[in-house]
């Protein structure tokens, strides 16, 4: 019979991909197939075969990073019942929710967010629960009050029920979740939980239509005329288990940093950073678990589960971070804007499994906070008190943060007594002035010097040589809102070419960590493969131009029917489609979905990614600096009665001109080849059925553009887009009449 000390907490497996490798062999030499025929006929043709052929060598390289990627798939299994019999006392964790507007992310999104925390299946006296406001907002800090009487009902609910979705807008949204329990007594209390909910909603919409959310008084009067982008840090403790009762509520503690407008905040690192201090003069719990607002708990033993691995690990240099994955409960249907990455996550992040480990995602992510704090693999087992010192000198100027940080980088978990006992020293933490002359961004926390400070703090990390590890639990531990609209979708995806590109351009580009440091060479290459997402757009949109360009002109790029080498093309695009139908089949999407997110990665990558692109080009040459962008939120848990949902909606954002103008002078080029109003072929190379299937194709791909023209509201394009598009068809058009001409 089993001891406790002798059952397994985490168990690796290894997954079986045989016919994956093999068609993803197929793949690669259909693709150097068609590399070899360029260069063996490149004498013989003009610019655009020397085009081509730069396209699909980048296209060649970057299937050889996917297929590195996922050659050495890899998951975990988790047993958070045997962590219960294992282990006699659990650790603390803290728990950070970031949000920086009350507009683009509502209050009541953020609130159930802390509600869904504050009840997860963990010793409550071993939980602190940080919420960050950036942005200084009395309506935010209002909701979260309320809230926290609501979680003196809301909590003890749910543990009595075990309820298994702890956001109430969830639990009851679905009615198949909320009478799982037929007793009478359940039911009343049901009846008056709800009522509560509502109750609380009310106040919240209330508060919200108010241009003055609360009186300024008491509590509230720090909020008194406060600017968002210039006020003092507010910190304020909530709620308090000083007693440390099991049957009682975590902490729940309200920070606001200090702004100034001329100090540098560095968007959502500052805050983590600012939180990460904070916590660790109030609570200093050993482990810090971060998700975005609108990321809710769905999963109640989500803790059990990180802490299986983290603590079930052979060395903590195996589990430096454990991620969760980032999964929506309010996607549409089919997945329409091709943002909820299933695929993506299924393959690509179990196949960084088997490597050092999934990237730092940002949100829904359990991290060591001695590890956040610069620790080297190699100091865990030698750790002395010089090092501490030499590390020390780096966390500013604050005299208790240093004490604590000392503490946890020793492996002394010991908490301080009373939260509000810190108060003072966590106001001076949170001061803008006090990163000056510390390690703070770049050798502490969370790194600064890109908008996704999430993967360069993982990467960070990784190339020190720590590991990471991926959970995927079921239930999924963690849902959050999907961008539910095309400027959203567009904007969310700018943000992450951007911060990606700032990386890979910098002294942190994976190559350097490779070379210099303990970064695999795998493992730059799955970097390499998510940095380079904005450099993907020229090669795109140079291949997407190569088409009408030589249907108007009458040249060519590709081989004719009644060449051999036309049918590795034909093979190359069958297998591939087939190829990745299979994976979304495989994980339960359907061929629709399948569709949309081919349609998606065309149009996300011509128009989103380029302008990230663009933004990075722009950084570089010192004429503008990168923005950090807020994803709007939405809360609404379903869409598919709604009859415009899926249909792509459209704003005055110039991300939307390069796909239109690609859409115009298609479907141009179209009308030409149909009209017969080509120039006569030069040496007989023109323009054939590879051209027009080609054109056929990105046309469909960009078909709710086409709609788009015809609509109006915000599923039409504004007529200046259109204005913009049309000016630069007309130029490419011009250019092309020149050539000909030429």
Not at 315 to 336: H, R, T
Not at 392 to 421: M, R, V
Not at 571 to 588: C, N, P
């Amino acid at each position: 019979m089993a001891t406790p000390s002798s059952l397994p907490l985490c168990e690796r497996i290894q997954r079986k991909n045989t016919i994956q490798r093999a068609i993803d062999v197929i793949i690669l030499f259909l693709l150097f197939s068609l590399l070899v025929y360029r260069l063996h006929f490149l004498n013989n043709h003009g610019l655009t075969w020397l085009l081509a052929f730069l396209c699909e060598s980048w296209f060649t390289f970057t299937w050889i990073l996917v297929m590195s990627n996922k050659w050495n798939p890899v998951e975990y299994k988790t047993y958070p019942d045997n962590l219960l019999q294992r282990v006699t006392e659990l650790p603390s964790v803290d728990m950070f929710v970031t949000t920086a507007d009350p507009v683009l992310e509502p209050p009541i999104i953020t609130i159930n967010t802390v509600l869904s925390l504050l009840a997860i299946d963990y010793p409550p006296q071993k939980l602190a629960c940080y919420v960050s406001d950036d942005g200084c907002s009395p309506l935010t800090y209002y909701s979260l009050s309320e809230a926290s009487k609501f979680a003196r009902l809301w909590v003890p609910f749910c543990k009595k029920y075990n309820i298994q979705v702890r956001a109430p807008f969830r639990y009851f949204a679905d009615d198949s979740l909320t009478f799982s329990d037929s007793s009478w007594e359940f039911h009343q209390e049901w009846k008056m939980m709800k009522v509560e909910y509502e109750q609380l909603c009310h106040k919240i919409e209330d508060a919200v239509q108010k241009s003055m959310p609360c009186d300024f008084t008491g509590e509230f009067a720090e909020f008194l005329n406060v600017d968002s982008k210039n006020h003092p840090a507010i910190i304020k403790v909530m709620c308090e288990n000083k007693e440390g009762l099991a049957d009682g509520l975590p902490h729940l503690v309200y920070v606001s940093r200090e702004k100034q407008l001329k100090h540098p905040h560095h968007y959502k690192a500052g805050a983590m950073n600012v939180l990460t201090r904070v916590s660790g003069l109030m609570s200093n719990a050993p482990y810090m678990l971060n998700v975005d607002c609108d990321m809710f708990v769905n999963n109640p033993k989500v803790v059990l589960h990180a802490m299986s691995l983290l603590l079930g690990s052979k060395s903590e240099k195996e589990s430096a971070y454990v991620q969760f994955p980032q999964m929506f409960y309010n996607g549409l249907k089919d997945d329409p804007y091709g943002n909820q990455l299933v695929v993506v996550f299924e393959y690509m992040m179990h196949g960084m499994s088997g490597l050092q480990g999934p990237p730092y995602g940002g949100t829904g992510c359990f991290h060591r906070r001695k590890i956040i704090y610069g620790l080297y693999p190699d100091d865990v087992e030698s750790i002395n008190g010089k090092l501490v010192e030499n590390k020390l000198l780096e966390f500013g100027s604050s005299k208790e943060l240093i004490k604590s940080a000392a503490h946890a980088l020793e492996g002394n978990t010991d908490p301080p007594n009373y939260l509000q006992e810190s108060i003072e020293a966590a106001h001076q933490v949170a001061n803008c002035g006090y990163e000056h002359s510390s390690g703070w961004g770049t050798k502490l926390g969370w790194r600064y010097g890109s908008t996704t400070e999430d993967v360069l703090t993982g990467l960070t990390i990784h190339k020190k040589g720590w590991k990471s590890i991926y959970c995927t639990p079921d239930p999924p531990a963690f849902l959050g809102c999907a961008p539910s609209g095309g400027p959203a979708a567009m904007t969310q995806q700018k943000r992450w070419a951007t911060g990606l590109l700032e990386i890979l351009m910098s002294k942190n580009c994976p190559i350097f960590a490779t070379l210099f440091e303990k970064l695999q060479f795998r493992q730059c290459l799955a970097y390499l493969w998510l940095f380079s997402w904005g450099i993907r757009s020229v090669p795109e949109l140079c291949y997407a131009a190569l088409p009408m360009y030589c249907i108007i002109t009458n040249s060519s790029f590709l081989p004719k029917v009644d060449e051999p080498v036309f049918w590795i093309l034909v093979a190359l695009y069958v297998i591939y489609s087939l190829y990745t139908l299979f994976e979304y089949l495989r994980t339960g999407q359907s061929i629709r979905a399948w569709w949309n997110n081919q349609r998606m990665a065309r149009i996300t990558t011509m128009t989103a990614w380029f302008f990230g692109f663009l933004s990075v080009v722009l950084k570089l040459l010192g004429i503008s600096e990168t923005v950090f962008e807020v994803t709007k939120k939405d809360q609404s848990s379903d869409s598919t009665n709604d009859n415009d949902a899926g249909r792509f909606t459209f704003d005055e954002s110039p991300v939307f001109v390069p796909g239109i103008t690609i859409f115009l002078l298609h479907l141009t080029a179209l009308i030409v080849s149909l009209l017969k109003l080509q120039p006569l072929a030069h040496d007989g190379h023109g323009s054939g059925l590879g051209e027009v299937l080609c054109s056929v194709w990105l046309l469909l791909c960009f078909w709710p553009f086409l709609k788009g023209l015809f609509r109006k509201g915000k599923h039409g394009i504004p007529i200046s887009t259109i204005c913009k598009s049309a000016a630069l068809a007309i130029v490419f058009l011009h250019l092309c009449r020149r050539t000909t001409m030429g």
